[in-house]
């Protein structure tokens, strides 16, 4: 099987898992279970943004809404797949903060390239990250890190932007 096909067959899986369950966390575990596993990458997990649901329980009565992200958001390790991972990533930093940012999927052919990217492990050559969007806020991202070179291409951009679709 080539990328693509891994993919559109990983998508009912995804959307098998997810259906019906409403803890984030547990979908998040399996999510990156299943990608690392099918796919055999070296670390595969979520950072999700600090005081997001907070943040969302107060919308209705804040008038300071438009505040957030404040420079001191940030995101926090979530359920993942491979080694140890850093904890904590501030707003804007690394490829993570970027692709939060920005809003937008992160593509890094090599993270030796990419100005301010975090080495959670010496062995990651390249990256993805994808934004979860709840509406449009983005609540986490997909953080996927490759030990070769230009690992990931428009195809995962595709198909991991459906696939943390089935989180939210
Ligand atoms: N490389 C990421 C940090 C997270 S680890 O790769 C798991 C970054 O630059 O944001």
């Known amino acids: 099987m080539n990328k693509e096909e891994k993919y ?3 998508l009912p899986q995804v959307k098998a898992l997810c259906e019906g369950e409403t803890d984030m966390i547990a979908k998040m575990a ?5 990608l690392h596993s099918e796919f055999g990458f070296w670390w595969t997990g979520f950072y999700r943004i600090e005081n997001s ?5 107060n919308s ?55 100005p301010g990217h975090i080495a959670c492990s ?8 994808v934004p979860v969007f709840a509406g449009d806020e983005i ?23 459906e696939v943390v679709k089935y989180l939210v």
């Open 8 to 10: 559109a067959a990983l």
């Open 30 to 34: 399996n999510v990156s279970a299943l």
């Open 53 to 57: 649901e907070l943040k969302i329980e």
């Open 60 to 114: 209705a009565n804040t008038t300071n809404n438009s505040q957030f992200p404040t420079p001191n958001s940030q995101l926090i390790l979530g359920p993942f797949q491979g080694p140890i991972a850093c904890v904590h990533i501030a707003y804007g930093r690394g490829v993570c903060g970027t692709a939060w940012k920005e809003r937008r999927t992160v593509v890094v052919p090599d993270v030796e390239e990419f």
């Open 122 to 129: 010496s062995e990651s050559r390249s990256e993805i990250v």
């Open 139 to 161: 609540i986490a991202v997909l953080d996927i890190d490759s030990r070769e070179l230009a690992t990931f291409d428009d195809t995962d951009r595709r198909y991991l932007e």
